[in-house]
């Protein structure tokens, strides 16, 4: 279980998280949603240790990961799994040694193992001939695929995706969505997705909550947050219209 | 402050006590903008010190990383031999015409040989080849870090519980210290050649005279003076440009970061290598 108490994060005098109060369940899929700017990564960011908060703090199965030297906080990151927002796929290697990349670095097990899991990770993100290809040679949705494949091949309890369909078509996307939720099926991992895809994230997450203005104004199942009387939540749903009000003169 | 006091008399001169105030404001902004001015330096060189620490610290714990050591020697040395081979013949030859006409003013022409191999061996040799590397493979090693950083790879590193420093730092590091004393030496006797082809083929000097002056004239202290010089030169080279990669995000966003930081690579390495090719050369002097 993840329980995120009262984060605070600000860049200079900018205040990014004014007090972030969540919590996701184990095997659990929670869709965080809000405008864009709104402190999304920033939030994902301190899940993984990039970013360390000004107060608060973030409790992984009971752990305050906050208080953890970088050294120690290497255990926890081995519990998760990221899918960057672009995919941050190495590109000097090709889409295979990408993918077992992690095995190779931080496992001892023998080559033929690591070869055997590398092709079982194409084989899930449905890009078995791909492996020789570069990062370059590849289209953003495949990208996206490889950066999953990556992602679990370790068989994280937790896996973060960063806006995991930003940027793609309506078809891939829907294709993305599918694969993270075949993938949650079979390997039952936590999911935390930042998104702004609405409606289309409400159909492969249990739980959804919105960021806005630096702190969760609702959370709840998707039914929950769909009928929402929020006014901020009701915009942000029924239109995907982000608040623009405030930075009109 | 004080804007009110700024007055004019009837004749439009300023009035004596605006004039004072006006002036202890730009006072007062001058010395605010050379004060940040100077906590950004000192800010800077904490970091970048605290960089090396780390990167220093690193190498000596393992596990290591033998491949990729041996493709960024790859990257750092053999790529580079073109260039230097270039330069270094270039150098020698030009060497050889300034040094003959200067020398046979003084009816030492003789002394053409040891001149040559002196001013390589300790001084043009190490300072030439580390500012030609700095200028191919600094400023590639900083771009590719710097777009590392900025699509997220560095992030992912972190994220598989993988330290960057071990991955993209230190192998650099101790690639620079094994390759610019090598690259350094091949320098200064492709230099020696080129001046030889010069000095004695076109210029007519005996060719035993050029080398046997060289023997005699030449010690081991100076051939250590160059290996010194060239390996602080390849940890100046490889922690300057790993820092600027590596912190893009500082100077800038996206392409212009990377641009910028790539530029402040070369330029500050260049200038550090002179700095401390000065101090290194009056210690070892």
């Not at chain 1, 695929?145 to 960063?162: C, G, H, M, Q």
């Not at chain 1, 369909?165 to 949650?184: A, E, K």
């Not at chain 2, 006409?101 to 030439?128: C, D, M, N, Q």
């Not at chain 2, 000065?278 to 002097?285: D, Q, W």
């Amino acid at each position: 279980m993840i329980e995120i108490i009262s984060l605070e994060k600000a860049f200079g005098r900018q205040k990014v998280l004014r007090g972030v109060n969540l919590t996701i369940g184990n095997g659990e899929v929670m869709a965080i949603i809000g405008e864009s700017g709104g402190g999304k990564s920033v939030l994902l960011k301190h899940l993984i240790g990039i970013l360390k908060p000004d107060s608060g703090r973030i409790l992984v199965d009971g752990e305050d990961i906050t208080a953890l030297s970088p050294g120690e906080f290497d255990r926890i990151r081995n519990k998760f799994g990221v899918v960057f927002q672009e995919g941050a796929l190495f590109d000097s290697m090709t889409v295979f040694e990408n993918i077992v990349f992690p095995l190779k670095e931080k496992t001892r097990l023998g080559r033929e193992e690591i070869r055997a899991r590398g092709v079982r990770g194409l084989e899930d993100v449905g890009l078995r001939d791909m492996g020789d290809k570069y990062p370059s040679e590849i289209s953003g949705g495949m990208k996206k695929r490889v950066a999953l494949a990556r992602a679990l091949i370790a068989k994280p309890s937790v896996v973060l995706f960063d806006e995991p369909t930003t940027g793609l078509d309506p078809v891939i996307m829907n294709s993305i969505h599918g694969l993270i939720r075949q993938t949650h099926q079979k390997y039952g991992f936590t999911g935390i997705i930042i998104s702004h895809e609405i409606p289309e994230i409400f159909t492969i997450s249990d739980k959804v909550a919105m960021l806005h203005d630096g702190s969760i104004v609702e959370a709840g199942t998707p039914g929950e947050i769909r009928s929402s009387s929020n006014p901020v939540v009701r915009r942000f749903v029924t239109t995907g219209c982000e608040d623009y009000s405030k930075s009109i003169p | 402050m004080n804007r009110k006091r700024m007055s004019w008399n009837k004749r439009g001169h300023a009035h004596p006590l605006a004039t004072e105030t006006t002036g202890a404001m730009v006072l007062e902004n001058f010395l605010r903008i050379l004060g940040s001015w100077a906590l950004s330096i000192v800010r800077s060189m904490g970091r970048m010190l605290l960089f090396l620490s780390s990167a220093v610290y690193f190498i000596f714990i393992p596990p290591f990383k033998f491949g990729l050591l041996l493709r960024r020697i790859r990257f750092f040395g053999a790529k580079s031999l073109t260039i230097i081979l270039l330069t270094g013949a270039f150098t020698g030859m030009v060497l050889a015409i300034q040094l003959y006409y200067t020398l046979r003013k003084f009816g030492s022409e003789a002394l053409l040989g040891p001149a040559i191999a002196l001013s390589l061996i300790r001084e043009l040799g190490p300072v030439l080849s580390a500012l030609m590397v700095t200028g191919r493979a600094g400023s590639a090693l900083t771009a590719e870090l710097g777009i590392m950083r900025i699509s997220e790879q560095v992030d992912a590193l972190v994220s598989m519980a993988l330290n960057p420093m071990r991955y993209l730092v230190v192998p650099n590091i101790v690639a620079a210290v094994i390759t610019f004393p090598l690259l350094a030496s091949i320098f200064d006797v492709i230099g020696i050649y080129g001046g030889y082809l010069v000095g004695v083929r076109l210029l007519g000097l005996s060719q035993a005279t050029y080398f046997s002056q060289m023997e005699s004239f030449v010690e081991m202290k100076d051939v250590s003076i160059g290996l010194y010089k060239s390996l602080s030169f390849g940890v100046i080279v490889a922690w300057v440009s790993c820092y600027k990669g590596y912190h893009t995000d500082i100077t800038g966003y996206g392409a212009e970061g990377v641009s910028s930081s790539t530029t402040s690579a070369v330029v500050t390495s260049s200038v550090l290598i002179l700095i401390w090719d000065y101090f290194l050369g009056s210690v070892l002097l």
